[in-house]
């Protein structure tokens, strides 16, 4: 028997974070008389062992270089099994929301398509959503002016022995004003200083981009029949709103029946961050 009509959101992160990125936004929900449950992604988070040369100070960047990844051999199918249990062991709870942000998406959209049976609503927020295969090998028609490839550039680590990982230090934006001000203005420029840098102290250094495989394109006849919202935002910088909007229209255009239900925030990429309260009402108003 079902405890509870109320959904619970699960909330997945994206690229470099982990559940500790959706904490204030989970304070909201609670306020709000929501349940919600924040999942780390396998290599991230609390389930990954992060090179102790991460946080070491002062950093030793050869160290660093060479740790080997948690995030070494993470695939698709391995986020998608990871979070089908947990939705697993949540559905006796009540009706569940699926919630992603950035790469997160893929993930979800995966998700979706394994289980649609299993979710009440999957939310995109300013989210990957891909719906035809060539979105994986062709280029886009449309302007994709992030600052955010510029901004990581800046901090990537180079020499990162574990194929197809990519190791961003996002702590040493801490020691240069200028790398510290290119990072905020990609990825939360909405913030303040100091919410930035509690931002930057959570994020992991490890990330791969497997997820962006043909499992990840959503599919008409299973993602297609879960409600599905986007999320725009509009001053996002890390996936800026064009592209937002050509994903939103490239999926009506599979499933024109049932096209996504959108709305807008005035926020950046990781909005939900800063600015909690007004995701959090947002969410809870779809259920």
């Known amino acids: 028997m079902r405890a509870d009509s109320r959904p619970t959101f699960v909330l997945v992160h994206g690229g470099s974070s982990n559940a500790r990125a959706w904490g204030p936004l989970q304070n909201e929900l609670t306020l709000l008389g929501h349940r919600s449950h ?14 102790a040369a991460y946080y070491r100070q002062p950093q030793d960047a050869t160290a660093l270089a060479s740790a080997p990844s948690a995030l070494r051999g993470i695939t698709l199918n391995d986020n998608v099994r990871h979070v089908l249990d947990t939705l697993r062991r949540l559905t006796a709870s009540g009706p569940i929301v699926l919630v992603g942000n950035s790469l997160g998406g893929l993930t979800i959209s995966a998700v979706a398509n394994a289980a ?58 801490h020691a240069d004003p200028d790398v510290f001000a290119a990072l905020k203005a990609a990825v939360m420029a909405d913030s303040t200083d100091h919410q930035f840098r509690m931002l930057l102290d959570s994020l992991d250094p490890d990330e791969t981009y497997s997820a962006m495989e043909p499992g990840a394109v959503v599919r008409a006849d299973a993602w297609g029949r879960v409600p599905h919202t986007y999320v725009r935002l509009t001053a996002d910088r890390s996936l800026p709103l064009a592209v937002q909007d050509h994903m939103i229209h490239r999926a009506d255009t599979l ?6 239900d959108v709305h807008t925030l005035a926020a950046s990429h990781v909005g939900y961050f800063s600015r909690p309260k007004a995701f959090a009402e947002l969410l809870t108003s779809l259920v």
């Open 38 to 51: 924040a999942v780390d992604l396998p290599g991230h988070g609390d389930l990954a062992d992060t090179p």
């Open 116 to 173: 649609p049976q299993l979710l009440h609503r999957v939310v995109y927020l300013s989210a990957l959503c891909l719906s035809d295969p060539a979105m994986l090998t062709e280029a886009w028609e449309v302007v994709d002016d992030n600052l955010l490839e510029a901004a990581v550039a800046r901090i990537a680590v180079p020499g990162v022995p574990d194929p197809g990982v990519v190791r961003l230090n996002w702590r040493a934006a």
């Open 255 to 260: 499933t024109p029946h049932h096209p996504f």
